[in-house]
């Protein structure tokens, strides 16, 4: 009877959210998939045209220019919010004063409007008036590699990339920095009378123990940047050219104003697509780790 008890409550509380889900997150998808397979302007009546959608998108260069850019804006992003955060939770584990106020820094581009973000990066890469990057670059006597770092092909997409890295960094940082507070500091402190160097004890002690929060940390990062769109949208539009141009404003750009929705739906669907597969990825890589640690244990 307990445990019939148990299981109903278990219903109870999750039937909310589950039905939550598969109203704002499954039936969506469900929808584009269905509205893939036609053509149709939102308007008239809709034309079956089963897998032609998916044929076109390999024939459409701005398609793979867009599926490459996405790629770079993943890597940049991954650098960031994984690597770079994970740097820093590790480095804040040894601040003694200061800390609140360390993380309380780092945390607040996370809760900023992200119209503010893009405000702030224009101003940052700016040319006339200079802005600080090409005003740090002349006070060293580098004034020759001033640019804009916006309006130039070579540099726009990594320009863009960066301010989605910076912003989610912090959340990520406090969140490993919390799982790094976890770990037993007696194994710590065991390793370091063995004469473990510090990067032993963080190789072999701290993060195996942190390493499904920072499993969990780089799904969210990967995923969230394959679904990146409002900072890049805003400061560039996907330009100079195609050179920003982004699976997800090129998605919009079809939906919204070439009126193409079955396109557009076949688009949103790669996208989901390319998160389940990069989702797939991380954790086949993670296992690997994990089993060839073990081998070596």
């Known amino acids: 009877m ?35 397979l036609f053509e149709w302007d939102g308007i008239g009546p809709m034309k079956w045209t089963s897998l032609d959608n998916y044929a076109r998108m390999a024939r459409d260069p701005v398609f793979m220019s867009s599926f490459r850019n996405s790629l770079v804006y993943l890597g940049i992003n991954l650098f960031f919010q994984v690597v770079v955060a994970l ?18 820094m780092f945390f607040l581009p996370t809760i900023v409007s ?8 224009q101003r940052i890469y700016a040319l006339e008036p200079m802005g600080i990057i090409n005003l740090a670059l002349d006070a060293v006597g580098l004034g020759d590699l001033a640019t804009a770092w916006l309006g130039t092909t070579r540099t726009a997409l990594v320009a863009v990339s960066i301010p989605e890295g910076w ?33 032993k004890v963080f190789s072999r002690i ?17 995923t969230y940047s394959l679904r990146g769109f409002d900072i890049p949208y805003l400061l560039t539009n996907g330009g100079p050219g195609t050179s920003t141009e982004l699976l997800t404003t090129y998605m919009y750009k079809k939906a919204f104003r070439s009126v193409d929705f079955g396109y557009a739906s076949a688009i949103a669907v790669f996208i989901v697509i390319e998160c389940i597969i990069a989702v797939g990825l991380i954790i086949v890589i993670l296992r690997r780790g994990r089993q060839g640690e073990g081998a070596l244990g």
Not at 114 to 121: D, K, P
């Open 2 to 36: 307990r445990t019939l008890s148990t299981r109903r409550a278990v219903t109870v509380f999750l039937a909310p959210a589950v039905i939550l889900y598969l109203l704002a997150v499954v039936m969506p998808i469900l929808q584009s998939l269905w509205l893939s």
């Open 206 to 222: 701290r993060f195996p123990i942190i390493r499904p929060v920072w499993a969990t940390v780089m799904i969210m990062a990967a």
């Open 167 to 199: 912003r989610f960094m912090g959340l990520y940082m406090v969140i490993l920095y919390a799982a790094l507070l976890a770990v037993p500091k007696d194994l710590e402190e065991a390793a370091r009378i063995d004469g473990a160097s510090e990067w």
């Open 114 to 121: 992200t119209v503010a973000i893009a405000f702030l990066f």
């Open 87 to 104: 740097l820093l939770a590790n480095l804040l584990l040894s601040v003694t004063r200061g800390r609140e106020l360390i993380k309380t």
